[in-house]
């Protein structure tokens, strides 16, 4: 078993390296890392101990315990997640896209370096595609596939574990699939794909070895 684990671990890093030179070529900054513990390092070390962090909606960043740890260093992290008013939330959205870096993930990543999500609100493509600070994405290595469809595809299949996650009334939540639903609480509304790192941004993209959100 070890060694079925050890080849299925070469295998899973020699497609994250690929897919990291083909990021570098299209702009980005880009590494791959062994675990959570590892990415988390890595994050803390890109951003300044006084910087303001605009964290989205991303279970990902969560997963690896990044807010805990960047709030012990004395950062602030701005997040809309959490009980507060429809205005409050509206400024925290605002806030996070403004931060002085914004760490999310991706719902999926081409190996041939295409970035994509999708998004209810547009405020995490927003901050992806456009702010005047850092942006870092961190991204499990079970979110890679082949191309720029089998991404678009993934994305949307993505959204329903999270529907299901926020008990939302959406179709896929109960289906397991998307059936490119037409109701108000539809979560897939608005696509992102990056195909190259945005103009003057400095960003950049870790992949780490093992599974991460949805």
């Known amino acids: ?11 899973l890093r020699a497609l994250a390296e690929s897919t990291a030179t083909r990021l570098r070529e299209r702009g980005y900054s880009a590494s791959v890392v062994e675990d959570r513990d590892s990415a988390r390092e890595l994050i803390l070390s890109l951003i300044p101990e006084d910087a303001h962090v605009g964290v989205p909606g991303s279970v990902t960043v969560r997963d690896i315990g990044l807010l805990g740890a960047l709030e012990r260093r004395g950062n602030r992290v701005i997040q809309h997640w959490g009980d507060m008013t ?7 959205l605002l806030e996070e896209i403004m931060a002085d870096a914004f760490v999310t993930s991706a719902n999926a990543l081409s190996k041939d370096g295409h970035i994509v999500n999708i998004d209810g609100a547009g405020n995490r493509v927003a901050g992806i595609s456009f702010g005047p600070g850092k942006l870092i994405f961190v991204v499990g290595v079970n979110k890679i596939v082949h191309d720029l469809d ?6 949307r299949q993505a959204a329903s574990p999270n529907a299901s996650r926020l008990n939302s009334p959406v179709p896929c939540g109960r289906t397991g699939f998307c059936v490119d639903c037409n ?4 979560m897939c509304r608005v696509i992102s794909i990056l195909e190259r790192c945005p103009m003057g941004r400095d960003a950049h993209v870790i992949i780490v070895l093992q599974n991460l959100g949805y």
Do not use: C, I, S, W
Request: aromatic share 4%; net charge positive; no cysteine.
């Open 1 to 11: 078993m070890n060694g079925f684990e050890d080849h299925r671990r070469n295998a």
């Open 86 to 92: 429809p205005e409050e939330r509206k400024q925290r």
């Open 150 to 155: 089998a991404a678009l595809k993934r994305a």
């Open 183 to 186: 109701v108000p609480e539809r």
